[in-house]
């Protein structure tokens, strides 16, 4: 009988519409607090800024979907065909393109952790609308990943990078590990296998390569590289693309994160 509510629950909160007219969230699952919701809504308002920049749609709509307790989570996902496609055993939240919805599991078991995943799933929504493409795997990854790493306080929101990320990447620099032209080409099977075999490392790298572009690249720069990711035509490769953008082309690219972040 429960998770037969359960099917109900999921639309219950309706929507919420963003002042600026731009996003609706379709809040649906567990309810949020107020509180947690003003965060969220505080987040997407920052995002949106952000994502503008490279063209973002002027009405946008996207679907938040959270669960208390995981089991309910993955009775949902498997109602409507999700798990039994994907492998969830580690996973505590996932975006759904076709859908435009994410789903956050076990929102109880640390509420305060939860919110910045939240923040990641969301960006993947953003992500996936400017490019409208499948976006190579460190960008998607590393946008939500800077996101998922950003505080929303009182009066503003910071951006943040740990010291266990940066003692990663110096380890990387320092093992003769570091191959910045192979990672950004790589496609997602190989950027999954990266993450599963070298402790986090292709999340930290991508969120420091996205963390550089943001902090310390022109956004111009920024934006011509997404102008020629969303080019279906252009078959050529990421690094390639990187090149054709970036002042100097990709060994100065290269060049300029390392000085920062060796």
């Known amino acids: 009988m429960k998770h037969i509510l359960l099917l109900l629950v999921f639309i219950l909160y309706g929507s919420y519409s963003f002042a600026d007219g731009r996003l ?40 938040l979907t959270v669960f208390d307790e995981r089991s309910e989570g993955m009775f949902y996902l498997d109602t409507i065909g999700v798990s039994k496609r994907h492998p969830l055993k580690n996973v505590n939240a996932l975006y759904m ?7 956050i599991l076990g929102m109880d078991e640390d509420r305060k952790r939860m919110l910045p995943v939240i923040y990641h799933e969301l960006s993947h929504y953003f992500t996936r609308e400017i ?6 795997m460190w960008l998607m990854e590393g946008l939500s990943e800077y996101f998922e790493n950003c505080e929303v306080g009182k009066k503003d ?20 590990e570091m191959d ?22 292709a ?34 490769k990421v690094s ?23």
Not at 97 to 103: C, S
Not at 131 to 136: F, G, H, R
């Open 24 to 63: 609706i969230i379709d809040y649906g699952g567990d309810a949020l607090t107020e509180k947690e919701r003003m965060r969220i809504e505080r987040m997407m308002d920052y995002q949106i800024e952000f994502y503008s920049m490279f063209g973002l749609e002027d009405s946008l709509r996207v679907r």
């Open 97 to 103: 393109h076709n859908r435009k919805e994410a789903v």
């Open 131 to 136: 490019t409208n493409v499948n976006p190579p």
């Open 157 to 176: 929101i910071k951006h943040t990078i740990t010291s266990y990320e940066k003692g990663r990447i110096r380890t990387m620099y320092m093992l003769g």
């Open 180 to 201: 910045l032209r192979k990672f950004v080409d790589s496609d997602r099977r190989l950027f999954m296998k990266k993450q599963r075999t070298d402790e986090q490392y």
């Open 203 to 236: 999340y930290i790298l991508s969120h420091l390569l996205v963390t550089f572009m943001i902090e310390n690249v022109s956004r111009q720069v920024f934006v011509n590289l997404i102008d020629l990711l969303h080019d279906n035509t252009d078959k050529s």
């Open 240 to 262: 390639e693309k990187i090149a054709r953008t970036y002042p100097g082309g990709f060994e100065t690219f290269e060049s300029d994160f390392e000085k920062i972040y060796k």
